[in-house]
């Protein structure tokens, strides 16, 4: 099995800074096969990025998703009060793994 | 617009058996992918089920040999029968679309193992 390492475990920004989530994987993820998710309290998951880079539709252009191989990167350019909320990280090259998340927090 | 809706969640007791419903409108469920995904309170994510559109299903170590994916496809509805409950799978149960990555999901349906 995969297993996926989110760091931070959490996050104290402000509203318009900078965002930079890391998920490092146990193994290369084939194909950069690795999404990342939005979640908020009480809320079911969003779907954010996939194929490591892509963003899925209707997801602001702030968020933005890079890596390959072991090593995956989360990035908001420019945080909005609604985008502070827990992060997950997905690999499905392998079956399906999920990091253990990242809270963004307002500092 | 693609809306999931799960049911079926409530208290039940180890060992028992529980069968969760998952209502999909806007996607035809026999032409697709559907998974469940389980998240403990307080806790991460955990996939647990993927159904191929041709109806095979493949299923977590953690649940094989108990959970059970059905469908029904024309009412494009998945079923998760759930036997031989443990405390651990205590869990808000999710319904998501998708191969590999999961697009659309349901709002859960809260699953409580205990005596």
């Known amino acids: 099995e995969i297993v996926l390492t989110q760091s931070p475990g959490t996050l104290s920004l402000s509203p318009g800074e900078r965002a930079t989530l890391s998920c490092r994987a146990s193994?290369?993820?084939?194909?950069?096969?690795l999404a990342w998710y939005q979640q908020k309290p009480g809320q079911a998951p969003r779907l954010l990025i996939y194929g490591a880079s892509s963003r899925a539709t209707g997801i602001p252009d702030r968020f933005s998703g890079s890596g390959s191989g072991t090593d995956f990167t989360l990035t908001i350019s420019r945080l909005e009060p609604e985008d502070f909320a827990v992060y997950y990280c997905q690999q499905y090259g392998t079956s399906s793994t999920f990091g253990q998340g990242t809270k963004v927090e307002i500092k | 617009e693609v809306q999931v809706v799960e049911s079926g969640g409530g208290l039940i007791q180890p060992g028992g058996s529980l069968r969760l419903s998952c209502a999909v409108s806007g996607f035809t469920v026999s032409k697709n992918y559907m998974n469940w995904v389980r998240q403990a309170p307080g806790k991460g994510l955990e996939w647990v089920s993927l159904t191929y559109s041709d109806g095979v299903t493949y299923y977590a170590d953690s649940v094989k040999g108990r959970f059970t994916v059905s469908r029904d496809n024309s009412n494009d509805a998945v079923y998760l029968q759930m036997n031989s409950l443990r405390g651990e799978d205590t869990a808000v149960y999710y319904c998501?679309?998708?191969?590999?990555?999961?697009?659309?999901w349901g709002q859960g349906t809260l699953v409580t193992v205990s005596a």
């Open positions: 998501a679309t998708g191969r590999r990555y999961f697009d659309f």
């Open positions: 193994q290369s993820v084939m194909s950069g096969f």
